[in-house]
Every structure is written in structure tokens, then in C-alpha cells.
């Protein structure tokens, strides 16, 4: 009878110390969400106050990415509070396309560059790229299924009376900066795109957090 009444205690005390620990992991689990939510009403109130409404610019083809890479780090992004603008998420009918994106440049502190087979194909990914170097953005490349060295324009391209000279040299440029900065390769046929996406994460947030250490850093200075 002993024994029994042992183990039944030892029966409850074990219960109660399992729903303790689910109280404390729900507990955190809705803390956690209570922080993105908080995060996302900010920056609705700063969206209103007229302060930048994106941190990263995502620069990307979409017939190759949009439904692979470019998607999925929108979302990994709005998962850690950062704010992506992605063409289809984040333009409305009736917008503008170069006023729009031209905005969304503008407002942004990095950008992550998708490379893939038909980026050439789009002037308007080219336009962007060249946009974003001239703008001294913080630029992150994702070469998806090419290899740095495949950033150069097409012959085709460049003699094509469809673009200016000038704009050639532009998006010549571009490319060229892209080309020797340190980025990410992903090949679809032996890459793991979630390790892509959270490595390409993993660089926004260290690039944007650096850049909140100057400004805070020239901030004190200033008031000195």
C-alpha cells in the first residue's frame, strides 16, 4: 500500500512538473509573438510618420526565384521583423513601377541581388541593380544556378538598339560590382535552398545591425 501511494505522488508530481514546463514554453512561445506584433505596429506608425517602410530590397527574376528563393526569404525576413520589399508583396494595381521601386530603393539600407539564368533577360532587374550600386546600397549576391563569372551583359544585349549606350554602361558597371562582392552560390541540383535562405537571412541581419551600430555611433558623436 506503501509503495502504491509512493508512486501515485510521484505520478502527480511528475504531471505537474510536465504542465509547469508547457506553461513556460506557451508562455515564451507568446512572448515571442507579442514581439513581432509590437515590432510590426512600429513600423505601421513609422510607415505613417513618413519613415522608411522597407529595410532590404529584394532584386530578383521571377520567372526563375519568385516562387523558390526570392519568396521564401521575403517571409524568413518578416519572420525576424525585417521589411522586404518584393515587387508582388509589396506594389498595389495602380502603383507606379518605376516610382514604386524607385521608392522602395530608396528606403532601404541593403539589398540581396537573385542571379539566375533569365536575369538578362529583364531590364528591369538590370535597371534595379544599377540603381541600388548607385545608390551606395549594401548589396548581399545569391548567384542561383550561375556562377559569378557569369555576371557579364550579353553581347546581344549590349548592341541591341533596344538600350541606350548609356544604360549599357550602367548595367555593365553593376554587374561588375556584383560580380567581385561576396555572395552566396546555390546550385538546385545538390543545394539545400532552407540553408540558402537562412544564410541569406543571416547576412541581412548582420549588415542591417551593423549599420544601426554607426548610425547610434555618429549619433553620440554628434552630441558631443
Given at each position: 500500500?506503501?509503495?502504491?501511494?509512493?508512486?501515485?505522488?510521484?505520478?502527480?508530481?511528475?504531471?505537474?512538473?510536465?504542465?509547469?514546463?508547457?506553461?513556460?514554453?506557451?508562455?515564451?512561445?507568446?512572448?515571442?509573438?507579442?514581439?513581432?506584433?509590437?515590432?510590426?505596429?512600429?513600423?505601421?506608425?513609422?510607415?505613417?510618420?513618413?519613415?522608411?517602410?522597407?529595410?532590404?530590397?529584394?532584386?530578383?527574376?521571377?520567372?526563375?526565384?519568385?516562387?523558390?528563393?526570392?519568396?521564401?526569404?521575403?517571409?524568413?525576413?518578416?519572420?525576424?521583423?525585417?521589411?522586404?520589399?518584393?515587387?508582388?508583396?509589396?506594389?498595389?494595381?495602380?502603383?507606379?513601377?518605376?516610382?514604386?521601386?524607385?521608392?522602395g530603393i530608396r528606403e532601404c539600407s541593403v539589398a540581396v541581388a537573385i542571379f539566375s539564368p533569365s536575369?538578362?533577360?529583364?531590364?528591369?532587374?538590370?535597371?534595379?541593380?544599377?540603381?541600388?550600386?548607385?545608390?551606395?546600397?549594401?548589396?548581399?549576391?545569391?548567384?542561383?544556378?550561375?556562377?559569378?563569372?557569369?555576371?557579364?551583359?550579353?553581347?546581344?544585349?549590349?548592341?541591341?538598339?533596344?538600350?541606350?549606350?548609356?544604360?549599357?554602361?550602367?548595367?555593365?558597371?553593376?554587374?561588375?560590382?556584383?560580380?567581385?562582392?561576396?555572395?552566396?552560390?546555390?546550385?538546385?541540383?545538390?543545394?539545400?535552398?532552407?540553408?540558402?535562405?537562412?544564410?541569406?537571412?543571416?547576412?541581412?541581419?548582420?549588415?542591417?545591425?551593423?549599420?544601426?551600430?554607426?548610425?547610434?555611433?555618429?549619433?553620440?558623436?554628434?552630441?558631443?
Open positions: 500500500m506503501a509503495s502504491t501511494g509512493v508512486s501515485r505522488r510521484s505520478s502527480i508530481m511528475a504531471s505537474r512538473l510536465s504542465a509547469s514546463a508547457e506553461a513556460v514554453r506557451a508562455s515564451e512561445g507568446r512572448k515571442q509573438r507579442h514581439a513581432v506584433v509590437a515590432r510590426r505596429v512600429e513600423y505601421d506608425e513609422e510607415s505613417l510618420a513618413g519613415e522608411p517602410q522597407y529595410d532590404v530590397f529584394i532584386n530578383h527574376r521571377g520567372v526563375d526565384t519568385k516562387r523558390t528563393v526570392a519568396r521564401l526569404l521575403y517571409d524568413r525576413l518578416a519572420q525576424s521583423g525585417i521589411r522586404g520589399f518584393l515587387d508582388n508583396m509589396s506594389m498595389r494595381p495602380g502603383d507606379r513601377l518605376k516610382e514604386t521601386i524607385s521608392a536575369y538578362f533577360d529583364s531590364e528591369y532587374c538590370l535597371w534595379e541593380l544599377a540603381t541600388l550600386v548607385e545608390s551606395r546600397k549594401t548589396i548581399i549576391p545569391i548567384f542561383y544556378n550561375i556562377k559569378p563569372s557569369d555576371l557579364v551583359l550579353p553581347e546581344a544585349l549590349a548592341a541591341s538598339d533596344d538600350y541606350l549606350p548609356q544604360d549599357v554602361e550602367r548595367y555593365k558597371y553593376a554587374l561588375r560590382e556584383a560580380k567581385n562582392t561576396v555572395g552566396l552560390t546555390y546550385d538546385s541540383a545538390t543545394g539545400d535552398i532552407a540553408e540558402l535562405v537562412s544564410a541569406a537571412t543571416d547576412a541581412v541581419l548582420y549588415h542591417i545591425e551593423k549599420m544601426e551600430r554607426v548610425q547610434r555611433r555618429e549619433t553620440i558623436v554628434s552630441r558631443l
